[in-house]
């Protein structure tokens, strides 16, 4: 499969994109990109965060679970839920202002 495909958002990606973005971070659109590596780039406090959207009750691929694996940079982040985007961002937040991301 050609890297230039179209790929498919799940169906809760522009809900998650949106309340992100509510709560001050800045968000990167990666979900066209492929290699299995996230679908978002996320900017929050002068860290980068990479993460999945999944539609409730979807799993990761075989792939995807390989690549985020295999990555090097931060931990990619998974959110199913509106909820989880709140708890993350407020958690995260925390960890930064005490000195570890």
Known sequence: MSRYNRHRRDAN?????????????SVRDLSQVGDHMGDIQIGMMGYD??????SPGEQLTHEQGEAHMAWRGATVVIFWSIQQVDAWVVDTRRRIINGCK
């Open 13 to 25: 990606h522009k809900d998650i994109v949106g309340r992100l973005r509510e709560l001050g971070c």
């Open 49 to 54: 965060f990479p993460a999945e959207i999944k």
